[in-house]
């Protein structure tokens, strides 16, 4: 049996998390392949590299990416490891899904792996779209997040983002997601070796939310829609003025990184506030929302 792992990860984090879901299998053969953009991204990050990148990814503009050196083999399985950007698939991912070479997921079964701070539902639920017309069919999502305050994992991931900074530091933690937690994922990895031998495809997910492998916060529900709502309309104003790079939309890159600032350290404690209202008031349909979520269904505009 043979297993195919395509994926994108810039510090390493993602692959860490790859590697360790079959470090324990002897029984399946696994190759993996990173996708390699052909303008890769710096890291750390320039800050106006950063958010100049948001209105490609969240309106999901292919950038070109290298052939992927995938072995002539016929896998039972590929796993895509993919990791948001701006609540979207992250670029390089993007590219390759939009690309002439995804047409190897055609008619192929396919495990997502998710590696996120902690908003990652927009691009799952993207992903899912570009599975559906490739013809592939989504067997199994695991999500790793970074469990901390979501506040915290905010101030952890600026600091590694833009510094390189994953340690812990005298006021803050290490940032990313934690070991133990990337530990667990050979558990899932079992399960999936388990899963190739008996065939019972169906049942895999349900087996994964056993483990706990995709855990969603209903107050990052309402959060995450809010988002992607507001960077929507503001990557529509940005890409009017040119490509990513172009100096012609330098203002408008700036006045959103500004208003991301203010939004997420001024405003946070109102719109966490009103985030936690609205799952008193709507819990019934959250619930219903937070099950599709968990799920590898695809319902178009679910979020
Ligand atoms: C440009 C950029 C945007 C990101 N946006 C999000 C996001 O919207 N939601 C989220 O949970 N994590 C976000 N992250 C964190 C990544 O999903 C990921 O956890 C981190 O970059 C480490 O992944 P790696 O394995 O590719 O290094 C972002 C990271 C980058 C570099």
């Not at 309402?222 to 709502?229: A, H, N, P």
Request: proline residues 6%; glycine residues 4%; hydrophobic residues 45%.
């Amino acid at each position: 049996m043979h297993i195919l792992v395509i994926y994108y990860s810039q510090t390493g984090q993602l692959k860490k998390i790859l590697t360790t879901l079959f470090e324990q299998n002897t029984d399946v053969e696994v190759d993996y392949v990173p996708i390699i953009p052909v303008k890769d991204f710096p890291f750390p990050w320039k800050a106006h590299q950063f958010f100049d990148a948001m209105p490609e990814c969240v309106l999901q503009i292919p950038e070109e990416i290298h052939p992927l050196k995938i072995p002539n083999k016929r896998y039972d399985l590929v796993v895509l490891g993919h990791n948001p950007w701006f609540l979207s698939p992250c670029l390089p991912i993007n590219s390759f899904l939009k690309s002439s070479q995804a047409s190897i997921l055609q008619n192929q079964k396919v495990l997502t792996v998710i590696g996120a701070r902690n908003m990652w539902l927009n691009a799952q639920e993207q992903v899912k779209a570009d599975l559906v017309s490739l013809g592939a069919l989504l067997v199994g999502n695991i999500v790793l997040v970074d469990p901390r305050p979501n506040l915290i994992s905010v101030l952890t991931i600026i600091r590694w983002t833009f510094k390189g900074i994953k340690e812990k530091t005298r006021l803050l933690p290490e940032a990313g997601i934690p070991e133990e937690e990337i530990k667990r994922v050979k558990d899932y990895g079992s399960i999936i070796i388990q899963t190739l031998k008996s065939q019972q495809w169906p049942s895999l997910q349900e087996k994964l939310l056993a483990q706990k492998a995709v855990v969603v916060q209903p107050g990052l529900v309402v959060l995450e829609k809010r988002g992607i709502t507001n960077f929507r309309k503001f990557a529509a104003k940005i890409i009017a003025k040119g490509k990513r790079g172009d100096s012609a939309r330098k203002p408008l890159v700036t006045l959103f990184q500004r208003l991301l600032v203010v939004g997420v350290f001024i405003l946070s404690p109102i719109s966490n506030f009103t985030a936690w209202l609205s799952t008193q008031v709507n819990r019934k349909a959250l619930a219903k929302k937070i099950n599709y979520f968990q799920g590898v269904g695809f319902e178009k505009d679910s979020l």
